[in-house]
């Protein structure tokens, strides 16, 4: 089968949505809100008013990482935070980048492949920090403001460049801080690993880089004993009262050619001043934004949101690499790559309700590198199965396997390695919400269909019958619960969902697959998952006894939806099983809570889910809005703004229902182009405790059903205001017939609401989040 190119895979985008705005209603969401050029005040735009609110503010000075702002454009990464042991003489800008790593397979993905640090910027003023006034805006995706000292105040505005890749910082000096200066300072180049781990026998750091002028460009060349090289390259240029800072990163294997791309972006991006580098990277910021909007009336966890949808569009492109534990902003870390038994899948599920396709690189990677998966597994497997390692590098590559060095995919019923061997099929399911959220067949065809097929045939070579009939898995391992059980209720979920999706995926691509009849016999057959009083094991062998931060034994509720509380029964073992989950304390961590709050949603419980989210932001959610455990992971906040998706909209099971989870207290809710599985944009908004209009626009022409939420008796009307003809499919739900391109308009019988797209009015203040001081 013919392999699609990185960049042609998710073609599919919002292309629809500019047309979707001229259907005929009165909303200030105009199709000139398209116009990226087009500047708004902020009584008539929507996005621009919800935007500036959730910009986050310093006025003391971050000490780390986790406090201060931070840029990037998924390859290019700074944070900005004091230098440590200087705090009062300067201010450090981290430079890192995603693409830069290790190239040393023989020490495994946490060494010998491990992304590599590069270095930082110290601005040192010329007199000690007294004070500063920071803000990082979200809509144009820069930091502004000043730094003062007592010889004066440095103002500076501070972007990384959305296609340049180029970290760019204008300073204007006060005269007494003309004597500022920049100063690189390049690290070592030895995997983060190095510093909580014993390094492994034969390895041994990179040389250090060697710094040179290059006609007046400055680069630090770092070469790798691997062969290649990356290089910072920098340049300050003065204009008038201005000098800025230009600083780009490049990356080469196994060729040593990074120093000549670097130095001649630099050289391009410095000959325009700042100002012309933000036009066009405001730009790419004021339309990606324009793509969904969202107001809810919790100040706090609305300003969140948006935060979210810049940090994720700060570290994810869809031709990037899959993000690895902290995103492109690489700091001290036990977990120097990319992590695949829950952080992947986590960190890109918000891209599909925000309407952000272009930022799914796990589709893109999956497919581009399925030969290295084919390379992870046992000889005795490559024919016909795939999985993929707990971690990888970027081109999914773990190197040689071990606790030290990086998790292998594993065999079942062996150990070691740890026979961890769901994960593939579980970041399939990612794939699969892609393709479900834009039905582009080009997914389902060319990456779902040949990769899940191959994922699932792995268990198949270990499925046996058991002298009860059925059929059974020996021992797997549960992430990340220790211990291997036989029926692993990790494995048992993700082997079903993945034979169900394989043959609703060879019924719609006209596939007679000659596996369809095992894939029957396994629904039919298959050991049902292992349960006790106290609701799902771990598996047969192991119950869920004590503290565990993960769901892994919970997929089939959570985000697989194959157990959704259809039955009474069903929902008590739900129910029993959440509640048995997170009664244990110790081990709890952030996306613990954000699981919770997914479930409570589904289960319609919008007060549980508040609460579960009030947890998370109260004891882990730091002041940048980042996350740390032993060191940065990103995953956790960014499925927090999946959760808040959970409450606003579900789409699974082919059902689109409005507002299933929302608390008492959010009695007026706006959602504006939200993506939903079947390739529907929504709009609805919830006024005094009701909904009052619900609008969907068909990209696909798929069967709409709709659970509106809208009570008594209601009309649905096209986008020209004509009567359309629905059917009634119970519970709640409509049917309508929408062929592509079509939408939908519906509200209470006689009902003309007002159909402007605005922000709601918080039920009350929250501080921003930063480090605001007294700001409010």
């Excluded at 349960?531 to 919970?554: E, Q, V």
Aim: charged letters at 20%; glycine letters at 10%.
């Amino acid at each position: 089968m013919p392999k699609p190119s990185r960049r042609t895979v998710l073609a599919t985008g919002s292309a629809l949505s500019g047309a979707l705005l001229t259907t005929g209603l009165p909303t200030q969401a105009t199709a000139a809100d398209h116009d990226h050029g087009h500047d708004h005040s902020h009584t008539s735009d929507p996005w621009r008013t919800v935007l500036d609110d959730a910009d986050l503010v310093w006025q003391r000075m971050p000490a780390t990482w986790y406090e201060g702002p931070y840029l990037g454009n998924g390859f290019l990464g700074s944070g900005i935070y004091a230098e440590p042991g200087a705090e009062t003489r300067a201010v450090r800008f981290n430079v890192q980048h995603s693409e830069v790593q290790d190239h040393r397979p023989e020490f495994g993905s946490l060494f010998g492949l491990a992304r590599l640090p590069i270095g930082h910027f110290t601005l040192e003023p010329v007199g000690t920090i007294t004070g500063l006034d920071w803000r990082l805006g979200l809509r144009d995706a820069e930091l502004t403001g000043t730094l003062t000292t007592d010889r004066g105040t440095l103002t500076l505005r501070a972007l990384v460049h959305t296609s340049r890749s180029v970290l760019a910082v204008e300073v204007t000096a006060s005269a007494g801080e003309r004597g500022f200066r920049w100063v690189f300072h390049p690290a070592d180049a030895i995997s983060p690993r190095a510093a909580f781990r014993p390094l492994p026998d034969g390895y041994q750091g990179n040389p250090p880089a060697e710094v040179a002028d290059h006609a007046g460009v400055s680069a630090a060349v770092q070469p790798l004993l691997a062969g290649g090289q990356h290089v910072t390259a920098w340049r300050e240029r003065d204009r008038g009262k201005t000098r800025t800072l230009y600083v780009h990163v490049a990356h080469s294997y196994p060729r040593a050619t990074a120093l000549d791309r670097a130095l001649k972006a630099v050289r391009e991006a410095s000959a325009l001043p700042y100002a012309a580098l933000a036009v066009t990277h405001r730009a790419w910021w004021h339309a990606f934004y324009r793509k969904s909007f969202l107001s809810v009336p919790d100040a706090r966890i609305q300003r969140f949101y948006w935060i979210q949808l810049y940090k994720t569009a700060s570290a994810a492109r869809r031709d990037a690499p899959v993000m690895a534990t902290c995103g492109p902003w690489l700091e001290s870390t036990p977990w120097p790559n990319t992590w695949w038994n829950l952080n992947v899948q986590l960190e890109y599920w918000l891209i599909h309700g925000a309407n952000h396709l272009e930022l799914d690189a796990v589709t893109s990677a999956l497919s581009e590198f399925r030969d290295n998966l084919t390379k992870e597994m046992a000889p005795q497997y490559r024919a016909d199965s795939l999985g993929i390692p707990r971690t990888t590098d970027p081109h999914l590559i773990n190197g040689a396997a071990g606790t030290l060095t990086g998790y292998g995919v594993g065999i079942p019923g062996q150990d070691p390695p740890t026979p961890e061997v769901g994960n593939l099929t579980w970041a399939l399911h990612n794939v699969w919400l892609s393709y479900r959220h834009t039905m582009d067949e080009r997914i389902l065809r060319d990456v779902l269909y040949p990769l899940l097929r191959k994922a699932i045939n792995y268990y198949l070579h270990f499925l046996e019958p058991g002298p009860d009939g059925k059929l059974h898995l020996p021992a797997t391992f549960s992430p990340e619960y220790g211990g291997n059980s036989r029926d692993c209720n990790y494995d048992l979920m993700l082997l079903t969902w993945g034979c169900r999706t394989l043959l609703e995926s060879a019924e719609l691509l006209g596939i007679d697959d000659e596996l369809a009849p095992r894939w029957r016999e396994v629904l039919a057959k298959r050991a049902p998952y292992p349960t006790d009083a106290n609701g799902f094991m771990i598996g047969a062998d192991i119950p869920y006894a004590k503290s565990h931060r993960h769901y892994s034994h919970l997929l089939a509720v959570y985000p697989l939806y194959e157990l959704t509380g259809r039955t009474a029964d069903e929902r008590a073992l739900i129910e029993k099983s959440l509640a048995h989950w997170v009664g244990f304390e110790g081990a709890l961590q952030g996306y613990t809570f954000t699981g919770a709050a997914s479930m409570s949603a589904l289960l319609g419980k919008g007060e549980d889910a508040l609460k579960y989210l009030g947890e998370l932001m109260t004891r882990f959610i730091q002041p940048n809005t980042m996350y740390k455990e032993s060191g940065p992971v990103i995953e956790t906040p960014l499925s927090a703004a999946q959760s808040l998706h959970d409450m606003v909209c579900q789409s699974w099971g082919g059902i689109i229902r409005v507002f299933p989870a929302l608390p008492a207290a959010w009695a007026d809710l706006t959602v504006h182009d939200f993506r939903t599985q079947g390739a529907f944009l929504l709009s609805a908004v919830r006024k005094g405790g009701a909904t009052r209009w619900v609008r969907l626009v068909s990209e696909a022409g798929a069967p709409c059903v709709v659970r509106h939420g809208i009570p008594g008796p209601i009309e649905v009307r096209d986008g020209r205001g004509r009567p359309l003809r629905y059917t009634d499919s119970g519970d709640g739900a409509i049917r309508i017939a929408l062929r592509k391109g079509e939408s939908a308009l519906i509200t209470r019988r006689g009902d003309r609401p007002d159909l402007t797209v605005t922000p709601v009015r918080p039920n009350e203040d929250a501080p921003r989040w930063g480090l605001p001081g007294t700001e409010g």
